[in-house]
């Protein structure tokens, strides 16, 4: 599997940015896809997450209704909308995968960096006031 981030870049608060995650090497129908964070000094954090096949999703309290997870199965591409950006959003953004899916019930939020097998190389976004 092989994960390929990116869409970063600096950006002025209260602005937006769409991070993309080419994947490839698999067929990802049962996998769930992810995006996660980490600042400088500080523990990686999940942002947010989306089932391939279901679209079903999950989102840290911190991102709710300012980030937008999706996926275009046509171009196996999961994207991250970022939108009213603020200063404590700036970090390097990782997507990252977990499958197949086996026995899992479809509306389980994999939230956590030990659920991912797979991880991209992170691009970095930065946010100034």
């Known amino acids: 599997v092989q994960l390929q981030a990116s869409g970063g870049g600096l950006v002025q608060a209260g602005g937006s940015l769409r991070l993309s995650c080419a994947a490839s090497?698999?067929?990802?129908?049962?996998?769930?896809m992810a995006w996660f964070r980490q600042a400088p000094g500080k523990e990686r954090e999940f942002v947010a997450t989306i089932r391939w096949g279901g679209g079903s999703t999950c989102y840290a309290e911190s991102v709710k209704g300012r980030f937008a997870i999706s996926r275009d199965n046509a171009k196996n591409t999961v994207y991250l909308q970022l939108n009213s950006l603020k200063p404590e959003d700036t970090a390097v953004y990782y997507c990252?995968?977990?499958?197949?899916?086996?026995?899992?019930?479809?509306?389980?939020?994999?939230?956590?960096?030990?659920?991912?097998?797979?991880w991209g190389q992170g691009t970095l976004v930065t946010v100034s006031s």
């Open positions: 990252a995968a977990k499958g197949p899916l086996v026995f899992y019930s479809a509306d389980r939020c994999f939230d956590a960096p030990h659920d991912y097998d797979y």
């Open positions: 090497g698999r067929t990802f129908s049962n996998y769930a």
